[in-house]
């Protein structure tokens, strides 16, 4: 029910789905007579069901008002599916902040996680580079950041099979001598562990494709993944009006025309839909929330990705084996403060 368009693209998105992947079934939650108004008359298509809920959660509602005060919410009741072993993931394209206190309090963090992220990926010159946090922690201690970076390897080396990721942290300039004393400390974490560490990144690092995983702050990862689409519509919107300014641009671009479409679907957004919040007791994936039945898909694609490497128990283990002091003490001295 959440997004710009809730049910109008979510069950299109759906019905694509199970039309091209013979090996998911997939639950409809919401108010069921606004679902139905989408579907085709008559009996449920196969691998289809709906759990109704009689509450919604507004795009801009408090996280802290729709915890508490919305248990029958589509989101809510969602996330009690996983919770309670019906579903395998749970994906939402609704409210971001109310998503991930709801994940948080209803399926809690991993053992030794203090706090989720939320992780995706931005366009870059050899295809895609991941990053996180993208807004779920303001606030970050150079432990949440070591955290991330594990949690973050873990992924990518599930869903994209990449063995050994490349890990960067990001920073106002590559220099030591730069940064917070949460960026230092966070450095020499990393520095110190086996990750695939590369040191300090910049912001013009995410685009050139030199590192798979970029870590940061939520505040700082937002600021970067809005900044990103900003200018994107920015070019969009210069291009079109170069392009029809008059005949003779017209023209030009009609020449051009081929290698526009091919530019649009390299960069398209909607390949690249889908947000997991790593760090939970479950798979959790955020659409988001202006996208069309086909980026919604996309976040359907990398919930099934995430559940076929069950990612959780990777990310368990990996981090027991790096932030548990009483596993190994050669790691917890390794990583220690």
Known sequence: MGGDHGPSVVVPAALNYLSDDPQVDLILVGREEAIREHLPAGDLPDRLSIQHASEEVGMDELPSRALRGKKDSSMRVAINLVSEGV?????????????????????????????????????????????????????????????????????????????????????????????????????????????????????????????????CDGFVGNVALKSSEGVAKMIRHFMKAEFTRNPLTRLAGLVALPVLRSLRRRIDPRRYNGAPLVGLRGVVVKSHGGTDAVGFANAIAIAKKEIQADLASRITARVEQLLDPDSDPGAAEQVSL
Request: proline share 3%.
């Open 87 to 215: 579903a395998d993931a749970c994906v939402s394209a609704g409210n971001t902040g109310a998503l991930m206190a709801t994940a948080r309090f209803v399926l809690k963090t991993l053992p030794h996680v203090d706090r989720p992220a939320i992780m995706s990926v931005l366009h870059s010159e050899s295809g895609r580079t991941w990053v996180l946090d993208l807004g779920a922690n303001v606030d970050c201690s150079a432990d949440h950041l070591f955290q991330f970076a594990v949690m973050g390897t873990e992924l990518v080396t599930a869903v994209e099979s990449v063995d050994n990721p490349s890990v960067g942290l990001l920073n106002i300039g590559q220099e030591e001598i730069k940064g917070s004393d949460q960026i230092k400390q966070a450095h020499r974490l990393l520095a110190a562990s086996p990750l695939n560490y590369i040191g300090y990144v910049e912001g013009d690092d995410i685009y050139t494709g030199d590192v798979d995983i970029v870590v």
